[in-house]
């Protein structure tokens, strides 16, 4: 099982996922180094991930877009912040246009990736995630969701209608 | 149950309400059971007024409700407010449960 925990915090938007792998930290830290790795796993398999830029230092950014099943295309940017090989990085992740220009009032997530070693070449991955708005959080579900997660959005459907209602 | 005039909870309208103490202690409270305005003034070092102020930022950020009651105000938890926040991060997390599957299997192949 390598879900360990997963912590969400309503008031501060904020989700704590932690997940222990079979692996090595300098292999761990590889999946988010190398842009062909990270293609692999970052968009969910419907709407895989496509990095054209990743230059992965401090102050360095990303440019990446999902393809969705009808072959649309969503882009986003990812500015990182802290970058200290293998244990801990630091980046914001928004929403593009159509050029590949950060769309600002959308708003960014703010990520804290750090891995540690957890004992018989294992890796514990912490990823801190903090948004600034429902709507940049909702936006991101509408791609590549899952079963689990329609579950999670016909929910809100039912919320929103119900808030609707004079 | 009716939020507002029908918007979806405002999350900076969320934040500016949470950030003061005395307003997370009113919202925690009232998540259980309701209280009168009053009831609640009782509770801290601060006047009525001061309490229907904070009670009225609550009620804008849709965290609570207020319904009038004979003489009294009565507040309650207003669940739906945080229920949104709720379902979306259920949705995020299940997105990264499903990343850590991929990883799972990008770091057994490359094992192998």
Do not use: C
């Given at each position: 099982m390598?879900v360990?925990?997963?912590?969400?915090?309503l008031?501060a938007l904020?989700?704590t996922?932690?997940?222990?792998?079979?692996?090595?930290?300098?292999?761990?830290?590889?999946?988010w180094?190398d842009p062909?790795?990270?293609?692999r796993w970052w968009?969910?398999?419907t709407w895989?991930a496509t990095?054209?830029?990743?230059d992965?230092?401090?102050?360095?950014?990303a440019s990446?877009?999902?393809?969705g099943?009808?072959g649309?295309?969503?882009?986003g940017?990812?500015?990182?912040?802290a970058?200290?090989?293998p244990?801990?990085?630091?980046?914001d992740?928004?929403?593009?246009?159509?050029?590949?220009?950060?769309?600002a009032e959308?708003?960014?997530t703010?990520a804290v990736?750090?891995?540690?070693h957890?004992?018989?070449?294992r890796?514990?991955?912490?990823?801190?995630?903090?948004?600034?708005?429902e709507d940049?959080?909702?936006?991101?579900?509408e791609?590549?969701?899952?079963e689990?997660?329609?579950?999670?959005?016909?929910?809100i459907d039912?919320i929103?209608?119900?808030?609707?209602?004079p | 149950?009716?939020v507002?005039?029908g918007?979806a909870?405002?999350?900076d309208?969320?934040f500016?309400?949470l950030a003061?103490?005395?307003r997370?202690?009113i919202?925690?409270?009232v998540a259980?059971?309701?209280?009168?305005?009053s009831g609640?003034a009782?509770?801290?070092?601060m006047s009525?007024?001061?309490?229907?102020?904070h009670v009225?930022v609550?009620?804008?950020?849709?965290?609570?409700?207020?319904?009038?009651?004979g003489r009294?105000?009565?507040?309650r938890?207003n669940?739906?407010?945080l229920?949104k926040?709720r379902?979306?991060?259920?949705g995020?997390e299940?997105l990264w449960?499903?990343?850590?599957g991929?990883?799972?299997d990008?770091?057994n192949e490359?094992q192998?």
């Open positions: 390598a360990i925990s997963s912590t969400k915090n008031e904020s989700l996922f932690v997940a222990e792998f079979d692996a090595a930290v300098d292999r761990v830290w590889e999946i180094q062909r790795q990270l293609e968009g969910p398999p895989p990095f054209e830029d990743h992965f230092v401090a102050g360095g950014t990446y877009y999902m393809t099943p009808d649309e295309k969503a882009r940017w990812w500015r990182f912040t970058v200290d090989a244990n801990r990085l630091e980046f992740d928004g929403f593009a246009d159509d050029r590949g220009e950060p769309v959308m708003g960014t703010h990736v750090t891995l540690e957890a004992g018989d070449g890796t514990r991955m912490t990823v801190h995630s903090i948004f600034e708005s940049q959080l909702e936006k991101m579900l791609m590549g969701m899952e689990g997660l329609k579950e999670a959005m016909s929910q039912g929103l209608a119900e808030q609707r209602r | 149950m009716v507002d005039q918007s909870p405002d999350i309208k969320v500016q309400a003061d103490s005395t997370r202690d919202v925690s409270r259980t059971s309701e209280f009168s305005v609640l009782s509770l801290y070092a009525f007024a001061a309490v229907q102020k009225a609550l009620e804008r950020a849709s965290l609570v409700t207020k319904e009038k009651r009294e105000q009565i507040v938890g669940h739906e407010g229920a926040a379902s979306l991060l259920d995020y299940a449960r499903q990343r850590a991929l990883i799972v990008l770091l490359k192998a």
